[in-house]
């Protein structure tokens, strides 16, 4: 993603890739540097999703430090079923979703933003995924 300031007349670029690594459609909210998640790579099989299709999503990353019982998702479209506490270190996350054939063809963003109870930020993604007709 490339960013353009007007600076005294001229444009400057600021080169400022909000890419989530591996292969999918997923973008950060925000620079992730202060994020408790460090996220190493996100995967998506298929990717895009596709309607109809089971949907594997593979996922590592390293969490900084423990992530208490109280901490929140604020996650549109569907619902993540982990539980806290999650331990400080090395994760791995695979998941299967079943994604209805009935998914209305269109355009969809789906945002995660999640906080710890001390509302400190988890980590914030967003994605924008396009459904045709079946």
Do not use: W
């Amino acid at each position: 993603m490339r960013d353009f300031i007007k600076v005294g007349g001229s444009q400057v670029s600021i080169n400022e890739d909000l890419s989530v690594p591996g292969k999918n459609p997923l973008s950060f909210c925000s620079a992730p540097t202060d994020d408790i998640l460090k996220i190493d790579h996100v995967d998506l099989d298929p990717n895009p999703p596709e309607a109809g299709k089971t949907l594997n999503i593979s996922a590592s990353g390293t969490l900084r430090s423990k992530v208490e019982e109280g901490s929140t998702i604020h996650l549109q479209v569907k619902n993540v079923d982990l539980e806290c506490p999650l331990e400080k270190g090395e994760m791995k996350l695979s998941k299967s979703v079943d994604l209805p054939r009935e998914i209305p063809p269109g355009k969809y963003t789906v945002l995660a933003d999640v906080y710890t109870k001390e509302d400190k930020r988890i980590t914030c993604l967003t994605a924008t995924i396009t459904f045709g007709r079946h």
